[in-house]
Every structure is written in C-alpha cells, then in structure tokens.
C-alpha cells in the first residue's frame, strides 16, 4: 500500500503519458460522435515503488464499464445522488465501475512482470465555473477512492490540446504527488 509524504514524487515516462493521452483522445472522440458507451477514460497505473520514487512502468486503459449493470448500478447512483456536483453529463450517465474480470486480469499480467497497481486514472472533460480546468479531484473522486491505498490521476482534457495530469494519494486535493 502507498502512503504519503510530502517528499514523494511520481516518475512517469513519457510512453506511458502517451498511452493514457490517446485514451483520453479517444473518449472525447467518442463523445463527439456519441459513442457513449467510449466516452470515458479510465485505466491502471502499474510501476514500482523505492523508497520516496514512485515509478509509472505501465498504463492500461480499461475498456468494460460496468457501472449500469447490478449490482453496481444501484450504489454508483447512490453515491452520484449523495456527492457528484451536477454537470452537463447526466448522473446516470458519470462514473466508472471496472469489469472485475478485466480488472483481476490487468493486475495479474502486471503481478507476473513484478509490478505492483500503484492507480488509477481518469479523464474531466467539461470545466466548471468554479473550476474551469478540472484538474483536481472532486469530492466524489475523493469518496471512492477513500481507504484505497492508491494513487488517482486526474487527466484535465477541458483543452485537449494541453492536458493537464495531476496526482492524488487517495483523490484527497491536499495530498497531491508532483509528477516528473
């Protein structure tokens, strides 16, 4: 599990920022074509751990949402209802829930090449007026990934043509990670 200090830094290499951009690029994509059930990115951080250095090794957009499929539906909504600020995407339409199948796989194939699941990403795409680049975790990223002992990467594409990529021990704002 990862904790934090003040003094942790995330070294995250160029190819792996590359992957989790494109995915990005591929959900807003979808979203202007109306592919809803594409228009979200979310995936997996995978890397190592030394001492204050957090290494990002491998990313892994994942690709099966679950969250309209019981029995996740019913507490997702229930979460959107109690914590989500209403935006232009409707409740019932915001949040990820992974395929528990594709998830267990993704952190398998990782366990087998010595890396461990050090996050999770995902993408804002629309600014709000009392934060207009979205690139820090909301008060429902901070509820879901509570006690999770991960890292929640929060990719800012309200300008695709700048992304802006944040860290968060636990999606708590006052405990972000600088990233190199």
């Known amino acids: 599990m990862l904790t934090f200090d003040s003094d942790t830094r995330i070294v995250f290499p160029v ?41 990002v090794a491998d990313c892994f957009p994942l690709e099966r949402n679950v969250r309209s499929q019981e029995p996740y539906k019913e507490h997702i909504d229930r979460m959107m209802a109690e914590h989500a600020i209403p935006s232009v995407t409707p409740l019932e339409q915001r949040g990820w829930v992974a395929d528990p199948a594709e998830l267990f796989a993704r952190i398998k194939e990782c366990r087998t090449k010595g890396l461990t699941l050090i996050g999770t990403y995902h993408m804002h795409r629309v600014g709000w007026k009392h934060d207009r680049t979205r690139d820090t975790p909301t008060k429902l990223d901070a509820v879901l990934a509570s006690e999770s002992g991960l890292l929640m990467f929060i990719i800012s594409m309200v300008d695709p043509d700048r992304p802006i990529i944040r860290a968060f021990m636990e999606g708590i704002k006052e405990k972000e990670i600088a990233i190199q």
Request: aromatic share 4%; glycine share 10%; with cysteine.
């Open 15 to 55: 190819e792996s920022r590359r992957i989790l951009v494109d995915h990005c690029h591929r959900a807003l994509a979808a979203h202007q074509d109306g592919r809803m059930d594409k228009s979200k990115a979310f995936g997996l951080l995978f890397g190592t751990v030394s001492g204050l250095v957090i290494t």
